[in-house]
């Protein structure tokens, strides 16, 4: 299963809990309130931090919202904090099944590259250096493509040309630019079919080079 669907399961799979919890709701021992079960919060409440710390990151701002709705305690089982915890969980969920969120389109993007930089790995550990040099320079082609489109000041172009324009916003340096157009060099050569301008070993740095930089930029 591929994460985007994990994480979709993940995500309905905790709203029918929530509907579960809803459905425990009684008078608390005042008779002022509303209790829910309390055992069946706790474990909700914590599925679904993991859950949007994985999606947003521990700095979100949907991550605190969630933890500042909570602070009634860890055994706080009051209808009215549930239904706070509820509405952030519902917006978080519907940010996610709007497909509006960055995050989640750079971790679709990093277990795609991811595959790829293996089946490059595969290529080249059978003795074909060519085929995994193109494969490893496409991945890094469109992991550049991809954080253009995220720049709205930046244009999708030639390689080079995204190259230069990331380096002067200043998202890489211009000594990791260098390595980046290296990197493209051995991909044209592979795509032009001079193999002999580059060697096994250039490709294995390469698909190790290239893996960190998805791994640092899509995450």
Not at 184 to 208: L, Q
Request: proline content about 2%; hydrophobic content about 40%.
């Amino acid at each position: 299963m591929a994460e985007l669907d994990r994480i979709q399961k993940r995500f309905n799979e905790l709203a029918s809990f929530a509907i579960e919890i809803a459905g425990t709701s009684r008078p608390d021992s005042d008779g002022i309130g509303e209790i829910v079960d309390n055992e069946q919060l706790v474990e909700w409440r914590t599925s679904v931090k993991s859950l949007l710390n994985r999606v947003f990151g521990a700095e979100s701002p949907t991550l605190s919202s969630f933890r500042d709705a909570a602070k009634g305690g860890l055994y706080a089982d009051s209808k009215s904090t549930f239904d706070h915890l509820h509405a952030v969980f519902k917006s978080a969920k519907s940010d996610f099944d709007g497909g509006y969120l960055f995050e989640v389109r750079n971790l679709v993007h990093a277990e795609v590259f991811s595959d790829e930089l293996e089946q490059a790995e595969h290529f080249l550990n059978q003795g074909y250096k060519v085929p995994a040099a193109v494969i490893a320079g496409t991945v890094l082609e469109t992991t550049l493509r991809e954080m253009c489109e995220q720049h709205p000041d930046l244009e999708v172009a030639k390689t080079d040309r995204m190259i230069a324009d990331l380096a002067k916003k200043g998202v890489f340096n211009k000594m990791y630019a260098d390595q980046l157009r290296a990197w493209m060099k051995t991909r044209n050569s592979a795509a032009h079919g001079k193999p002999d301008e580059f060697h096994d070993n250039d490709v294995t740095r390469m698909i190790d080079g290239i893996r960190d930089f998805v791994a640092n930029q899509m995450s």
